[in-house]
């Protein structure tokens, strides 16, 4: 994994916060990476992984990833999205993990689970899973399909929820 391009994809992954310092690497696991940064002057911290497989191998799909968000506060804990370097047709994303299945809407080329209190539930089937696959639409009209490792996400996010308590 290029680092540069992670800790770019965290800058663009906190919209939040217009002053987003450049992340910091916490540390590899497996086929994740925990990151870390100030925001809104307290600290944040995501996991990362690039997409193992891209389908059809033909199209340029950009860079594809998918990060979990760990959040200080609130009912909920964490925040998945998915990005690619297009822009998603207008459709629900279909994200399994197992028998697991979750429903992500598309923003332009970002997507985020539609709904926000399946977090946990999507958080937890990425520590118990192998794999996570995504099937999406882009604006193009081109039917893709991603495939994620889920080997040391549950590394990553303990590391995560450690150092952003």
Known sequence: MKL???AVA???LSSTCAAAQTPRLLGSYGKWTA????ENNSKACYVYSDALSKKPEALDHGRV???VRRLNSGKTRTEASLQTGYDFAPYAIQVAV???RFTMIPRGHYAWLRKT???KEFAQALSKGR???VEAVSRRGNKTIYTFSLKGFSAAIRKA???CR
Request: no cysteine; aromatic share 12%; glycine share 12%.
């Open 4 to 6: 540069t391009g992670i």
């Open 10 to 12: 965290f800058a663009a």
């Open 35 to 38: 990151w870390t940064f100030n």
């Open 65 to 67: 990833g998918l990060s």
């Open 98 to 100: 197992g028998s697991k």
């Open 117 to 119: 209190e399946r977090e």
């Open 131 to 133: 794999t996570l696959t």
């Open 161 to 163: 929820r450690r150092t």
